[in-house]
């Protein structure tokens, strides 16, 4: 294991620092103190080093397993029985499942959800060594600083505080890290199939805030309850073929090239959900050109306004949020430069509106193309169809009240709708709600989740830390 280059003491100065920055609000709250101690922030800082240092990426060498024993180890030493943290081998990565047993059985556990794995980083690319963390003017630089070693790390280190300072959930508390969500997404699956008696599921990777542009003070916080499937759909056409000193009437370039045009012109019918229409509406308050944001309030009292959805199709941003979107990414065609093309091919990617099977959109799609010679093929692999969470009151007033005693009571919080995807998508799929909403906060200029130089700001321990002494008993009560 690489050792983190950051010591205890030089942590807990620099988590000082941070902690003049942004001060969390206290508020009362039985068997826990509101704020975040030095100790309980320096070890927080410290798993989460630690779990980076480990390069947990499938395939060769991956140590995702060695990631699910140190957050064991944490929680054994935290006082969980060694019983109550199972480690799954899955192939070559592993699963965590952890249980905090409630005082009152009767109720259905709350499964806190996120992943230990992470997307590959060569060191060659990086300033740094993505598997060598470092603190650097109190910013964690490192593979998985984002997304999303950091928040798995405060989130397990909240809860070894909470038992500390003697709390007992009357729910059932279940910790689920999966080991391949970066991936394939088979641990991502089994664990929600496992887990399907849930109540709720709070997954931390997603969802967060942003600060305001070159500073650390958070302008407002996001939560995904929903997200968009991913769909590949494969073109296709063939002819004979021939001389291309002879050409035919039937060209498979040609009319492969036609049924491209016919999709890259076609717009799916928009649509909102209360996710999404609640985030049109207070979104709109932080957009800085007036014509957009006077769009977003359009479309989010009437998805059936042209002329608010002629200006949101202009931003490659907000385009997404209003309906399900289809777009050419790769095309092949021919076999040599004198002959006519025997097999052209295309791969039309699909971000599917929750909703919306992916067999519905390839009829959809066969519909807008219109030409039996194309045949249209469902080749998605990995992703699953799955509906918005309600926008249950009990998670939104509690993630609300959590975050705004983290980081101050004039935090918007703003309900939204991602792209995909994520652990949550098998719950909901299930019949789970589930909701991502990480603590985290970060600069617009400094979001490098799967990127170069990933980073996170260490302003954000202790914030983090509060957010969960508050959302989990409020949660468990």
Same mark, same amino acid.
């Given at each position: 294991?690489?050792?983190p280059?950051?010591?205890?003491?030089s942590?807990?100065?620099?988590?000082?620092?941070a902690?003049?920055?942004?001060a969390?609000?206290?508020h009362?709250r039985?068997?826990a103190?509101a704020?975040?101690?030095?100790a309980?922030a320096?070890?927080?800082?410290?798993l989460a080093?630690?779990?980076?240092?480990i390069?947990?990426?499938r395939?060769?060498?991956?140590?995702?397993?060695?990631?699910?024993?140190?957050i064991r180890?944490?929680?054994?030493?935290g &006082?969980? %029985?060694?019983?109550?943290?199972?480690?799954?081998?899955?192939?070559?990565?592993?699963?965590l499942?952890?249980?905090?047993a409630?005082?009152d059985?009767?109720?259905?556990?709350?499964?806190?959800?996120?992943?230990m794995?992470v997307?590959?980083a060569?060191?060659?690319?990086?300033?740094r060594?993505?598997? &060598?963390?470092?603190?650097?003017?109190?910013?964690?630089?490192?593979?998985?600083?984002?997304?999303m070693k950091?928040d798995?790390?405060?989130?397990?280190?909240?809860?070894?505080d909470l038992?500390?300072h003697?709390?007992?959930?009357?729910?059932?508390?279940v910790?689920? =890290?999966?080991g391949?969500?970066e991936?394939?997404m088979?641990t991502?699956a089994a664990?929600?199939?496992?887990?399907?008696?849930?109540e709720?599921?709070? $997954?931390?990777?997603?969802?967060?805030g942003?600060?305001?542009?070159?500073?650390?003070k958070?302008?407002?916080?996001?939560w995904?309850?929903?997200?968009?499937?991913y769909?590949?759909?494969?073109?296709?056409v063939? $002819?004979?073929?021939?001389h291309s000193?002879a050409?035919r009437?039937e060209?498979?370039?040609v009319?492969?090239?036609?049924?491209?045009?016919?999709?890259?012109?076609?717009?799916f019918?928009?649509e909102?959900?209360?996710?999404?229409?609640?985030?049109?509406?207070r979104?709109?308050a932080?957009e800085?050109?007036?014509?957009?944001?006077?769009?977003m309030?359009? #479309?989010?009292? $009437?998805?059936?306004?042209m002329? %608010?959805l002629?200006?949101?199709?202009?931003?490659?941003?907000?385009?997404?949020?209003?309906?399900?979107?289809?777009?050419?990414t790769?095309?092949s065609?021919?076999h040599?430069e004198?002959?006519?093309p025997?097999?052209?091919?295309? $791969?039309?990617?699909?971000?599917?509106?929750?909703g919306h099977?992916r067999?519905?959109?390839?009829?959809?799609?066969?519909?807008?193309?219109?030409?039996?010679?194309?045949k249209?093929t469902?080749?998605t692999d990995?992703?699953?169809?799955?509906p918005?969470?309600p926008m249950?009151?009990? #998670?939104v007033?509690a993630?609300e009240?959590a975050?705004?005693?983290a980081w101050?009571?004039?935090?918007?919080a703003i309900?939204?709708?991602?792209?995909?995807?994520?652990?949550s998508?098998? =719950?909901?799929?299930l019949g789970?709600?589930?909701?991502n909403?990480?603590p985290?906060?970060?600069?617009?200029n400094?979001? #490098?989740s799967?990127?170069?130089?990933?980073?996170v700001?260490l302003v954000?321990?202790?914030p983090a830390?509060? =957010? =969960? #002494?508050?959302?989990i008993?409020?949660?468990?009560?």
């Open positions: 294991m690489t050792v280059t950051l010591s205890r003491r942590g807990v100065a620099l988590l000082a620092l902690a003049a920055t942004v969390p609000v206290a009362a039985a068997a103190a704020i975040p101690t030095e309980e320096s070890t927080a800082l410290d080093m630690k779990a980076i240092a390069r947990s990426v395939g060769e060498g991956n140590r995702t397993a060695e990631v699910a024993a140190l180890d944490r929680l054994v030493a &006082g969980w %029985a060694p019983a109550d943290v199972v480690i799954t081998p899955r192939g070559d990565t592993a699963t499942v952890a249980t905090w409630g005082t059985h009767t109720l259905k556990p709350l499964v806190l959800s996120g992943h794995d997307v590959e060569k060191r060659a690319d990086w300033q060594d993505p598997f &060598g963390p470092v603190v650097e003017d109190g910013v964690l630089y490192g593979r998985g600083a984002t997304d950091f798995g790390a405060m989130l397990v280190s909240a809860l070894i038992r500390a003697g709390f007992h959930p009357r729910r059932t508390i910790v689920a =890290y999966s391949d969500e991936t394939v088979a991502s664990l929600a199939n496992e887990l399907k008696g849930a709720m599921v709070v $997954n931390v990777d997603g969802g967060g942003v600060f305001a542009d070159g500073t650390d958070p302008i407002y916080w996001t995904d309850g929903a997200e968009k499937a769909g590949d759909y494969k073109l296709e063939t $002819n004979p073929g021939g000193s050409p009437t060209n498979a370039i009319q492969l090239a036609q049924a491209l045009v016919k999709v890259g012109s076609y717009h019918a928009a909102l959900n209360p996710i999404t229409k609640a985030w049109f509406e979104a709109a932080f800085a050109n007036p014509a957009t944001a006077t769009a309030r359009a #479309f989010a009292a $009437n998805p059936a306004d002329a %608010a002629a200006v949101l199709r202009t931003r490659p941003e907000l385009v997404g949020k209003a309906g399900t979107t289809c777009v050419p790769l095309v065609g021919g040599a004198n002959a006519l025997q097999r052209a091919t295309a $791969n039309i990617n699909c971000r599917i509106f929750p099977s067999e519905a959109i390839l009829a959809e799609l066969q519909s807008v193309i219109g030409a039996d010679v194309v249209v469902d080749v990995g992703s699953i169809s799955s918005a969470s249950r009151a009990d #998670f007033t993630a009240k975050i705004r005693a101050g009571k004039d935090i918007t309900p939204m709708q991602e792209s995909g995807a994520s652990d998508m098998f =719950y909901r799929a789970v709600p589930a909701y909403a990480s985290t906060f970060t600069r617009r400094e979001q #490098f799967h990127g170069l130089n990933e980073r700001r954000n321990i202790k830390l509060t =957010y =969960y #002494f508050n959302l008993p409020d949660l468990t009560k």
